[in-house]
């Protein structure tokens, strides 16, 4: 038993991040962790394992494409499926080792096992009881479940089961085109397996740009993924070695199965709070079972904060990191900041999408006024020289004050380019801040310029 200033529940993005910043401003800082490895979700499960994949898919999706255009001659490579595994294994452990050793050099105590709250100032793992000032729960979210879909992560699985297959499917149903279901169907795609994704919405990624919407699936269906769309899945079926999806298509209710080897449920994630012991606490919840908290990430119980995919808005890793960062603060006593108006969206599919702030239909419904720059890749010798000249950035800024509202980019390196749009939205930038910035020739960046430019007196390449 040990007392402490903070201790952090979860070492995911939103805990580790937490705890390391709570070290740095002077806390007695513990985190809990029963996985075995730090670095939760995202480095075990999620955003590294996946990127890992989607890289190396990637390479090999340029080795059959764009190599032999590029003068680069020899047979495309073959796909060794579990060197590429291990590849992917390698990656998450020298990520989370990353994590052990930020953990050693800034004195933090890995309090090993699952973690309750047996009453506030109290935090106990397997016997022990520990005390802290602070408690900051950052326990994540799991995959939501379907009715009628049972995931065994055999046939029916989740991204957890995706990242782990024992071999590739020749077929693969998808279901939800949002983030995971994209990202993952390319990463089979490109391995050669027929995807199909059934979407119940009429457009992919909900709550995206429609102009980005359209043009990305556009894109995903020449690279050869279908879509089913307006579709509601109602139950799978595990057969020997197959699985049976059932769908009715909401335009006419008709009820029609497709099969596949593996089906991959991606229709969102919930927040995982199991066995914390809040509800005895009395630690008020949504009704979507997010963790309440106030403008300073504090729970209704004095001493207790929640940061994360536990609690409201996007379940990004980076949106957990900043909160982390501010709960910190505020136990230390300082004021933590997030601005929730400039958190950025990226999906690393090849061309990425990325966005942040506004959309063109969020502000028609806010009823304001703005104007749109847009500059396509085709205009950008640098997208240009490395055979991916596909796509836009579009920014949107106030039609009177020219003020940066949002951008939307579909593009190579879209998840990089996007960052120095936030930046300036954080510095409530004019899109004419943006279009006076020089900008190093040639850069897949110039295309943000032109676009800002676009707002002006016009780009110079289109
Ligand atoms: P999502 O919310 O992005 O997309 C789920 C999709 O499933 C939606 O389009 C929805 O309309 C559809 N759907 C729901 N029920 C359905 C049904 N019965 N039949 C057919 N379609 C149905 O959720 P996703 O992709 O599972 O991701 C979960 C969370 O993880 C998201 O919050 C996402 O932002 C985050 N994430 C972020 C990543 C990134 O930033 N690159 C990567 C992976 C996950």
């Known amino acids: 038993m040990a007392n402490y200033d903070v201790i952090v529940i979860g070492s995911g993005p939103g805990g580790y991040v937490c705890a390391i910043r709570c070290a740095q401003l002077g806390l007695k800082t513990a985190c809990v962790e029963g996985r075995d490895t730090l670095g939760g979700t995202c480095l075990n499960i999620g955003c590294i394992p996946s990127k890992a994949l989607l890289h190396s898919t990637h390479m090999l999706h340029e080795a059959e494409h764009n190599f032999a255009k590029m003068g680069l001659k020899s047979s495309a490579p073959k796909v060794d499926w579990k060197q590429m595994m291990a590849f992917k294994q390698e990656t998450i452990d020298g990520n989370t080792k990353g994590i052990e050793f930020l953990f050693k050099k800034n004195k933090i105590d890995w309090l090993k096992g699952w973690g309750s709250i047996p009453a506030a100032g109290q935090v106990k793992v397997g016997d022990e009881v520990h005390t802290a000032k602070n408690i900051i729960i950052a326990s994540g979210s799991e995959p939501s479940s379907l009715p009628g879909v049972e995931v065994d992560e055999k046939t029916v699985i989740t991204s957890t089961g995706a990242l782990d297959l024992p071999k590739i499917p020749k077929k693969m149903v998808v279901i939800g085109a949002g983030v995971i279901g994209l990202e993952l169907g390319s990463v089979y795609k490109r391995l050669g397996a027929e995807v199909t994704v059934i979407e119940y919405l009429n457009a992919i990624t909900p709550g995206m740009d429609a102009e980005i919407q ?249």
């Open 214 to 462: 359209k043009t990305f699936q556009r894109t995903l269906k020449k690279q050869g993924m279908t879509f089913i769309m307006g579709a509601a899945v109602q139950k799978t079926e595990a057969l020997k070695t197959k699985a049976k999806v059932t769908y009715k298509l909401r335009k006419d209710d008709s009820e029609h199965e497709i099969e596949a080897d593996v089906v991959l449920v991606a229709t969102g994630r919930k927040p995982y709070t199991d066995g914390l012991g809040l509800e005895a606490l009395g630690v008020e919840m949504s009704p979507r079972g997010q963790i309440k908290v106030g403008r300073d990430w504090q729970t209704n119980v004095p001493g207790i904060y929640a940061i994360g995919d536990c609690i409201d808005g996007p379940m990004l890793a980076h949106k957990a990191e900043d909160e982390g960062m501010a709960a910190a603060e505020q136990c230390a006593g300082k004021h933590g900041h997030v601005n929730y108006g400039v958190i950025p969206g990226v999906i690393y599919t090849a061309p990425e999408v990325a966005n942040v702030g506004e959309t063109e239909e969020s502000l028609k419904e806010q009823g304001r006024a703005y104007k749109v720059g847009k500059f396509n890749f085709m205009g950008n010798g640098r997208a240009k020289a490395m055979l991916a000249a596909e796509g836009f950035v579009k920014i949107l800024a106030d039609a009177e004050t020219d003020r940066i509202l949002g951008a939307h980019i579909l593009g190579p390196n879209a998840g990089d380019l996007i960052h120095e749009i936030c930046v300036a939205m954080e510095f409530g930038a004019s899109a004419e801040d943006l279009a006076l910035t020089c900008h190093a020739h040639p850069t897949l960046s110039e295309a943000v310029r032109e676009a800002a430019l676009a707002l002006g007196d016009g780009p110079i390449h289109s």
